[in-house]
């Protein structure tokens, strides 16, 4: 059963950047897309982006192409998502999630989530 | 990419069924059978409780159901219990590895 454990909380200033990791445990990492979506505070989920670590391929939504940056690591099962040009809108909670075996089908299991403070 | 619709707002008294509504377009949930729920509690990580419009995965209570047709997706909830209160997102493949999630919706039970 696969488990995704994320970095921890993070506080950074407007203008830097913020990378968060997610590492998978007890289970196949390389074949399945590993998504992040994150959520503003009180508001919904928003996709945005994933990469599949076999091939390294990577994926953005347009409303952050140029300003996300999402990597994986196959030796340690380590995916990593980094947003630029931070601003107080990006404060949210980053989750990471795998596809599912079905590849589009559906996300499971999440990470669990990490909160990330833009505040100068 | 615009957000799915989705209702803002669901309630039902216990014991009783709900359904709410995903719309997209052509472009998402009309092409794609690739329609997912999520169930999320105050302060935890999303939950997916249907995948494939209509599929549900092991340990999802058969109380909960999905279904297609055309741009709209919808999830019911049969016999409404209290722990089903939480929001519920739907989400869509949009093709080129690209997906969109609905604005989501509180389900409150009565």
């Known amino acids: 059963q696969v488990q995704l454990v994320q970095s921890g909380a993070e506080v950074k200033k407007p203008g830097s950047s913020v990378k968060v990791s997610c590492k998978a445990s007890g289970g196949t990492f390389s074949n399945y897309a590993i998504n992040w979506v994150r959520q503003a505070p009180g508001q919904g989920l928003e996709w945005m982006g994933g990469?599949?670590?076999?091939?390294?391929?990577?994926n953005y939504a347009q409303k952050f192409q140029g300003r996300v940056t999402i990597n994986a690591d196959k030796s340690t099962s380590t995916a990593y998502m980094e947003l630029s040009s931070l601003r107080s809108e990006d404060t949210a909670v980053y989750y990471c999630a795998r596809d599912l075996e079905v590849v589009a089908a559906g996300f499971d299991p999440w990470g669990q989530g990490t909160l990330v403070t833009v505040s100068s | 990419q615009s957000a799915l619709t989705q209702p803002a707002s669901v309630s039902g008294s216990p014991g009783q069924s709900i359904t709410i509504s995903c719309t997209g377009t052509?472009?998402?949930?009309?092409?794609?059978?690739?329609v997912s729920w999520y169930q999320q509690h105050p302060g935890k990580a999303p939950k997916l409780m249907i995948y494939?419009?209509?599929k549900r995965p092991s340990g999802v209570s058969n109380r909960f159901s999905g279904s297609k047709s055309g741009n709209t997706a919808s999830l019911t909830i049969s016999g409404l219990q209290a722990e089903d209160e939480a929001d519920y997102y739907c989400c869509s493949y949009a093709g080129s590895s690209i997906y969109v999630f609905g604005i989501g919706t509180k389900v409150t039970v009565l």
């Open positions: 990469i599949i670590p076999i091939s390294g391929t990577a």
């Open positions: 052509s472009s998402d949930v009309g092409t794609y059978n690739l």
């Open positions: 494939e419009a209509s």
